[in-house]
């Protein structure tokens, strides 16, 4: 029973360069998210979806894509990496947010743009 | 704009005394809160989560109060262990979303 698998767990990138961070949930939860964990400011929602097919955006969307073509995955995508994207990454899910539950937490992804 | 709010970043504690960590919110419409607890290079863990209809959830050693005049809950551990020491989110759910605070560092002293 994995849960919520994130790859990759490192990852250094040049200003400019794309990448996708990865994000898939053997739970079949319909609500899954992301989120960037910086210094003092706690865990903060990029984007999030309600189920296969929705996406919609969190409190610090901007540099950021996702989409959710499964109700497995939910990658993220930096389109041209910047030194404030520097942070780490948690991708969660939960069966989803009308009803009281608990999201469930990956490992997260240590970004650095150099 | 921070909607939740944990003041006092870091919190002491003697083994076997209790934790008592504190968050503040500002969004009537939350309906729902949770506690996660965090180790370095982990991702956050489930604790514990209360509905805004109780003022109070205990679940073994930790309990949650909620006291939504005041819009404010806490978190109490008693007794403490050396294990319990780790970051301590407060997290509060409306509007599809969680919204989470910045979080207390717990160091339990054996």
């Known amino acids: 029973n994995a849960g919520v698998t994130q790859t990759p767990k490192f990852q250094v990138l040049k200003t400019g360069q794309s990448m996708t961070l990865q994000c898939a949930q053997d739970m079949n939860h319909e609500y899954m998210s992301w989120y960037r964990q910086d210094p003092g400011m706690g865990l903060r929602l990029i984007h999030y979806s309600v189920g296969a097919g929705i996406t919609d955006q969190g409190e610090v969307p901007n540099g950021y894509n996702v989409s959710r073509s499964t109700t497995e995955d939910f990658p993220l995508r930096l389109l041209s990496a910047a030194p404030s994207q520097t942070s780490v990454y948690f991708c969660a899910s939960s069966w989803n947010q009308g009803v009281n539950t608990e999201a469930f937490f990956g490992q997260g992804t240590r970004l650095t743009v150099v | 704009d921070q909607q939740v709010k944990q003041n006092s970043p870091s919190l002491s504690v003697q083994e076997g005394r209790i934790s008592i960590l504190n968050c503040d919110y500002t969004?009537?419409?939350?309906?729902?809160f949770l506690w996660y607890k965090k180790y370095p290079a982990e991702g956050p863990t489930f604790l514990i989560s209360i509905s805004s209809i109780k003022d109070k959830n205990e679940d073994g050693r930790f309990t949650v109060f909620l006291n939504k005049s005041a819009k404010h809950l806490s978190l109490h551990i008693v007794p403490s262990q050396p294990g319990d020491s780790a970051v301590y989110f407060c997290a509060a759910r409306g509007n599809n979303r969680l919204a989470f605070g910045k979080g207390n560092q717990v160091v339990v002293i054996p």
């Open positions: 969004n009537s419409m939350f309906d729902y």
